[in-house]
Every structure is written in structure tokens, then in C-alpha cells.
């Protein structure tokens, strides 16, 4: 990756090790990447971590920044909106805000990011609602789901923008040419979906993109036949949390049989590193952070679970983010669709 | 199991390898358990398929009903109400109506079960909207989620006669005692949620359930905490199909991984029976169909690709409900719930 310039803002005391593994993983991203970090939150704390790493003062491109406020997990958006104007994650937007960092990034309350980052920052015009986009692992690459869960109820229009966005980012992001786009139903016929869905389908329609594939089912999260799954926050947190339950499930009821017999236990010592292999490729701290689409200005929200390794990934995934032209993209692509279309020079006929 | 006097009526005409491999669940069903079946379709086709399976007339408890027309899986529900009054999903219904038959079973078209199945039975009283209760695997048992597919957009008293009706298919079916009911929402606190969910988790809390646990995540549907979870049947729908996909998909990089490497190789080999195990464990067919809760009479839907051994097992399912009282106990529930309440003595005051 290449760093920017302007560090990226860390909320250091978001998540569920913070500041430990929060510390570390920008000590990691600073050595690997060479990438600057504005570590944001309590000075003293935060020292102590930097310290306790051995790293010395100028020795690797890290400052920080005091916060005298820490938001917690469970502390609704509307409190914190009100309150506490010197949280951890408040001055990371404000840092982006002011143009002294390129990207907010936490581990912390993602309703709060969502909240503050909207608040700080505000929308890309034309963006009523900016969405979660997380990278989910299938045999072929990465599917982005979006929304992955902040906005709960939304209306069709909102599900037109997230397919804008979420083509966007998967072109400019990952790096694919034409990205396949789908809407998450429960069936891939028109006459499938909800209420909602279906006006979206008939809108998303037409927008023109390269490659919608109309409705999609919960099978093409995972099944590689879609780049871009869109949802609600409501549908995609349902999705993703099921599948959280469901390998977890599958890993004890797997361990079970092998306990079972000393031939099984044998197998799995023989076959564990292809087990690593498999965990590494699902493992979400390679992805470390998911984009909060629409945001003007660079927000990303981590697992509150996360390893200081998926620390590390979502200082660069902001980085990436930052360089990637996403947002202008975005607001370029939404004016040209709300613009009305200038009357030009009429079609050559063909003649056949 | 106690085979049910009267017959299942069994679409032998639905699912992907009808009618040969739905004949062939009939025949063991009748073997194993001495079910008798009602085989119900193209009576040449069927006659000619038992004749392939050496099942000489009068050997098994099973019979043929004609029908001539199939319905295809792709038809929308409201096209089979207008048309088809012969076909094999119409007739098996008819039969049950008609008390020569205890339930109505196919691995057909599920909309055109509901839609049917409302059409000639109705709907027990108190009843709005039938819902597809399917049961899922954890590590500890199995989870009932409802609706699995049936009712898209649902209102919150839909919500709640759901939760009526998991809770006492769990009590009669799964011999559960008290089971713990869950409503899916994209969080556990009662501030999650979408505006439907919201106004039902209020209204289900209030009926006092022996265990309403609230709101619950996608992760409860398989860690086996929550017996019945409660959704829409696009969330529902939604919820199964990536957990159809994550799980392909497993199945697809661990195969990848263990092609890799020799060693990884053997080891599979020594772990596959305890990898078989753990497939029979999760295997739908076990389970083999799913039953349309609130149908004034006993429909169940199996999958499009079920194998012999998941109509047999459909075919148990049939006859287990048949013999449960779940109906009548649905309906005694929610009328008392819908009485007023009469004045009863007053409490003794109690003396601290």
C-alpha cells in the first residue's frame, strides 16, 4: 500500500482491548506500512501502551492526541450526540474535519461512528443515508454487503444510493471493472422481495448499471456471483450475524465429532493447517474494517472484537480509502443521475 | 413413531426428482414405519414407479389417487388459485378436507402449498397469516424459525401469532417444556430493531409467555439459547439461504485447502466419518419437511431437492403433527387470549 501523508485518526480506547491491542495495531501499520497514526484518547493510557511496546518517541511515525472522553459499547447515538463533545471518536472526525487526518477509524460503538461521522462530516450531496460496507469471503474473492447494519428502515430510495455506492467502492476499491450488483431478496424472480425491494428493483433498474443482476438471494452472499449484495441495515445485520452463529455452530458440532475418536483426532492434527489456511482466508481481521459509505469525509468501523492484526488492516483500509476517490466518485455519479438530461444531438440513424 | 390410521396424502408429482424418488420415500415410510400413504399424481407414472421398486399391490399401506395436472415450481400462487383444480398439490389438500387423508405433504411449489393449503383448509381461528416453521441445527438440538419464507411483509400482529404458534409446536412437537422464544432483530436491547419489530416485541412481551427472551440476533438462531425464533418470512427466508450459502462455501475453500497438501489429504480421510457424522447432524434431510403453522389442518413443504429419505422422514413429520393437538391447541390459545377477561374473586391480600 502507499501511506498518505496526514496520519490516519485511531480511536484508541474503542473496542473490547482497548487501548492494548488498539496500540498495537498502529505500531503494526506504522512498521509495515510506514503509514502515520494520530492515536486519539487518553494521553496517559495511551503512553503507557507505546511504552510498554518500546517505542520511543519519533521512532515510528505515531503521535497522539488527548481525549478526555471514552464512548461506551452499549451508549445510545441520540446520548452521545448531545453529550460528550470530547469522546475518542469525536475528535478522530474532528482531526478529519479540520484536514489534520485522512481517515477516523474504531473498534468502538458503530452506531456512535455512524452518529458522529454523519454529524462531523456530514453526507456526499445526494446521499441521504450512508450504509456499512463489509467484505464477506467466498470461494472466488470478497462479496461487499451493504447496508451491513446502521440504518434499520429504509425506503427504496435509500437501497438506490447504497447500489450506487457499493458499485462505486468495488470498482475503485477492489479493483473490479464491471462489479455485478444484486438486491437481497427471498427469491431472484421480479416478483420476489418485499414492499420495498420491489420499488427499489424497478428504480435500481434504471440507473443503467453495468452489471445488475436484478434480485439475489442470500446463497449469492457467499456464492461469488455477486460483487455487490444490497440490503437494509435491519436484513444485512441479520445476514451477517447468522453467519457469525452458524460457523461458530458448525466449529463446535465439528469439534464434538472429532472428540469422538482417536482416528478423527488424528485427522484434524494431519489436516490443521489446512484448517489455518481456511481460517485465515475467512478471517475477518484480513479485511479489518468496513467503510462507512457515504460520509463526506473517510469513516471505518472495526469489530469491536478486534486483533491488534485487524487494527493494523483498517489503518489501511482507511489509507486505501482516502487515495481511492470513492466519495468524489460517489457525488460525481449522483449529480450527473439528478441533473436533467441536456437534449443532445440526436442518434445517427442506423442503417441496418 | 405411531402411523396415523388414515393416510398422509403425498404429492408424489413435486420436488426436483418426482416422481421416482417421492415414491420411493412413500415405499420406505410405509416399510419403516407402516405409514399408510397416499400416493397422489399421474397414476400411470406413479403405478409404473412402484412397479419399479417391486412394491406389489396390496405388499404396503399405500394407494394412488389420480390427478392430472402438476404444478410447476416456478408458477406464482395466484396463477394455481385460478387455474388447476386437479392438480396433485389441489388434490391432496381436497383429501385431507375431506378427512381421507391426516396431511397433505410435497417437495413441490411452497407458494402454491400456502396459497392451496389456505384455499381448501383455511386458517385456524385467530389466525392471520400461516407461517413456514422450519427447524434448524445447533449444537445442542434444533432452533424452530418462523416464518421461514411464507409472508413477506408482515405486520406486528403477525409477529405475535407467530410466536404463539412456534411456542406451542415447540411445547407439543419438540416435546420442548418451556421453550425460549426470541424475536430476530438486529440486536438483543429493546431499542433495536425496525419499526414493525419494535411495536411486536411490546405486544409479545405482553402475552406473557413462559420464556420471552426479546429480541434476539441471527447468532441465536443456531447457538441453541433461543428454541423458537420468531421473524418475516423474508428475513427468514433471507437468514436460511446465506446459511445454505456459507455453508456451501465452507465446504468449497475447505475442500481447496485440503487439496493443497498429501497430508492434508489423509487427514480428511481419517476425519470423514466423523465429517459424515457431523453432515447427518445438520443433514435437512433429517428433519425432511417443514409445516405450514395456522393451516386449519396439517401441510407440510419439503425441499425442491429432497431425497427418499427426506419425504420419509416428511411423511413422519405428517404424522407426528397430525397426532399433536397443535392445532387445537393454537386455537384454544388464541381465543383465550382474545376473550375479555372475566372478573374473577380478588386476589387475598398478601401478609407480609
Given at each position: ?5 496526514l496520519?490516519v485518526a ?5 473496542g473490547?482491548h ?10 503494526e501499520?506504522a ?5 502515520p497514526?494520530?492515536l486519539v484518547?487518553d ?5 503507557a501502551?507505546?511504552?510498554r511496546?518500546g517505542?520511543?518517541?519519533g521512532?515510528?511515525?505515531i503521535?497522539?492526541?488527548?481525549a478526555?472522553?471514552v ?10 450526540l448531545r453529550?460528550k463533545?470530547?469522546s475518542s471518536?469525536?475528535?478522530c472526525?474532528?482531526?478529519v474535519k479540520?484536514?489534520?487526518a485522512?481517515?477516523?477509524?474504531s473498534?468502538g460503538?458503530?452506531g456512535?461512528m455512524?452518529?458522529l ?8 450531496e445526494?446521499?441521504d443515508?450512508a450504509a456499512i460496507?463489509t467484505?464477506?469471503?467466498?470461494p472466488?474473492?470478497r462479496?461487499v454487503l451493504l447496508?451491513?447494519?446502521a440504518n434499520v428502515d ?6 438506490v444510493q447504497?447500489a450506487v455506492?457499493?458499485e ?6 477492489l ?7 444484486g ?9 420476489k422481495?418485499n414492499?420495498t425491494?420491489?420499488e427499489a428493483l424497478?428504480?435500481i433498474r434504471?440507473l443503467g448499471?453495468?452489471?445488475f443482476?436484478?434480485n439475489?438471494?442470500g446463497?449469492d452472499i457467499?456464492?461469488?456471483?455477486c ?8 436484513v444485512g445485520?441479520?445476514a451477517?450475524?447468522t453467519?457469525e452463529g452458524?460457523a461458530?455452530a458448525?466449529?463446535?458440532?465439528m469439534?464434538?465429532e472429532?472428540?469422538r475418536?482417536?482416528r478423527?483426532?488424528?485427522g ?18 484480513e479485511?479489518g474494517g468496513?467503510p462507512?459509505l457515504?460520509?463526506d ?5 472495526s ?8 487494527i ?7 489509507a486505501?480509502?482516502?487515495q481511492?476517490g470513492?466519495?468524489r466518485a460517489?457525488r460525481?455519479d449522483l449529480a450527473?443521475?439528478a441533473a ?6 440526436q442518434?445517427a440513424?442506423?442503417?441496418q
Amino acid at each position: 500500500m502507499t501511506a498518505t501523508a496526514l496520519p490516519v485518526a485511531l480511536d484508541a480506547m474503542g473496542g473490547d482491548h482497548a487501548p492494548a491491542v488498539v496500540v498495537e495495531g498502529a505500531v503494526e501499520a506504522a512498521r509495515a506500512f510506514g503509514q502515520p497514526v494520530l492515536l486519539v484518547g487518553d494521553r496517559a493510557r495511551v503512553e503507557a501502551e507505546l511504552a510498554r511496546l518500546g517505542v520511543t518517541p519519533g521512532s515510528l511515525p505515531i503521535t497522539v492526541r488527548h481525549a478526555s472522553e471514552v464512548i461506551a459499547m452499549d451508549e445510545s447515538p441520540a446520548a452521545v450526540l448531545r453529550r460528550k463533545k470530547d469522546s475518542s471518536i469525536r475528535v478522530c472526525f474532528d482531526l478529519v474535519k479540520a484536514g489534520e487526518a485522512v481517515a477516523a477509524v474504531s473498534a468502538g460503538n458503530s452506531g456512535a461512528m455512524m452518529a458522529l461521522g454523519a454529524l462531523v462530516l456530514g453526507r456526499i450531496e445526494g446521499v441521504d443515508r450512508a450504509a456499512i460496507a463489509t467484505l464477506l469471503p467466498t470461494p472466488r474473492g470478497r462479496t461487499v454487503l451493504l447496508d451491513a447494519g446502521a440504518n434499520v428502515d429504509c425506503k427504496p430510495q435509500h437501497l438506490v444510493q447504497f447500489a450506487v455506492m457499493g458499485e462505486i467502492y468495488a470498482r475503485r476499491v477492489l479493483g473490479i471493472r464491471e462489479p455485478t450488483v444484486g438486491l437481497l431478496t427471498n427469491g431472484t424472480e421480479d416478483t420476489k422481495g418485499n414492499d420495498t425491494t420491489r420499488e427499489a428493483l424497478a428504480l435500481i433498474r434504471s440507473l443503467g448499471l453495468a452489471r445488475f443482476l436484478g434480485n439475489v438471494e442470500g446463497r449469492d452472499i457467499y456464492n461469488g456471483n455477486c460483487d455487490v449484495v444490497v440490503c437494509d441495515g435491519f436484513v444485512g445485520n441479520v445476514a451477517l450475524k447468522t453467519s457469525e452463529g452458524l460457523a461458530d455452530a458448525i466449529r463446535a458440532m465439528m469439534r464434538e465429532e472429532v472428540e469422538r475418536s482417536w482416528r478423527a483426532k488424528l485427522g484434524y492434527l494431519l489436516m490443521r493447517p489446512a484448517f489455518k489456511a481456511f481460517e485465515r482466508r475467512v478471517d475477518y481481521a484480513e479485511v479489518g474494517g468496513a467503510p462507512l459509505l457515504g460520509l463526506d469525509g473517510v469513516g471505518i468501523v472495526s469489530h469491536g472484537g478486534s486483533s491488534a492484526r485487524a487494527i493494523r488492516n483498517a489503518i489501511r483500509v482507511a489509507a486505501a480509502f482516502a487515495q481511492s476517490g470513492v466519495n468524489r466518485a460517489i457525488r460525481d455519479d449522483l449529480a450527473r443521475r439528478a441533473a436533467p438530461v441536456a437534449p443532445g444531438p440526436q442518434p445517427a440513424v442506423e442503417v441496418q
